[in-house]
């Protein structure tokens, strides 16, 4: 069974670029969750969608946005990149049912960013 | 005051022995409780979950959890150099209604 694919798996763009990040689940999975690592800040949640629909957000500027296609295959954006933007951004899956909260993560190798 | 607090290490233990990872949280509702492992460069993974007060063990890991002191451990027992890595802990508390992660703690295994 094929885990959590991220792409790209590195990239590099400047100030004031905007950068879209894709994310296939695991099969089955409705639930992906986005995370910004960085050595300072740890894990910080992004969002989490569900069906499509975003159940929840972190605290993290507009210029950070999602969405979820039907088949599960889920993006994230950052517009306007600064340089604090630069962290390796984790995507992960759940087989969790539509009333519960994702705990049981599956997370991706990630996509590291760097803002030059 | 941060929703999941851990010692960020690094710890070092002798190969064989236990190792004793901590983690408080501060939202008493919480109700669910996880121990992702990350190796260096790789991405986490999970390896333990928690629901209820007192033990779970799963082979060489056990968590344990007290809900009226709001803490959430994981042992290792028989501790390896191959479970050197940084141990992240994880709550979904009532109020935020999402999976929040600790900082880690960096656990090395000296042989």
């Known amino acids: 069974k094929a885990g959590v694919t991220q792409t790209p798996r590195y990239l590099i763009k400047t100030r004031g670029q905007q950068v879209t990040l894709s994310c296939s689940p695991i099969?089955?999975?409705?639930?992906v969750s986005w995370y910004q690592q960085t050595p300072g800040q740890g894990l910080q949640f992004l969002f989490e969608?569900?069906?499509?629909?975003?159940?929840n957000k972190g605290n993290f500027p507009g210029r950070f946005s999602g969405r979820q296609f039907s088949n599960s295959r889920s993006e994230m954006n950052v517009s306007t990149l600064e340089l604090g933007d630069s962290a390796l951004y984790l995507c992960?899956?759940?087989?969790?049912?539509?009333?519960?909260?994702?705990?049981?993560?599956?997370f991706g190798e990630g996509s590291r960013l760097t803002v030059l | 005051q941060k929703e999941v607090e851990q010692n960020s290490g690094p710890l070092s233990v002798p190969e064989g022995a236990i190792a004793s990872l901590n983690c408080t949280y501060s939202?008493?509702?919480?109700?669910?409780f996880f121990w992702y492992r990350q190796y260096s460069g790789k991405s986490p993974e999970l390896i333990m979950f928690?629901?209820?007060?007192g033990d779970k063990e799963d082979g060489r890991f056990t968590a344990q959890l007290n809900k009226a002191s709001q803490y959430v451990s994981l042992l290792i027992r028989d501790s390896q150099p191959s479970d050197s890595a940084t141990y992240l802990c994880?709550?979904?508390?009532?109020?935020?209604?999402?999976?929040?992660f600790g900082q880690g703690t960096r656990l090395t295994i000296n042989p």
């Open positions: 099969s089955g999975h409705r639930s």
């Open positions: 939202d008493r509702g919480s109700q669910s």
């Open positions: 969608y569900f069906s499509e629909t975003q159940r």
């Open positions: 994880a709550v979904i508390g009532t109020g935020t209604q999402k999976l929040v």
């Open positions: 928690i629901y209820s007060n």
């Open positions: 992960a899956s759940s087989l969790v049912l539509a009333g519960d909260i994702a705990g049981e993560l599956f």
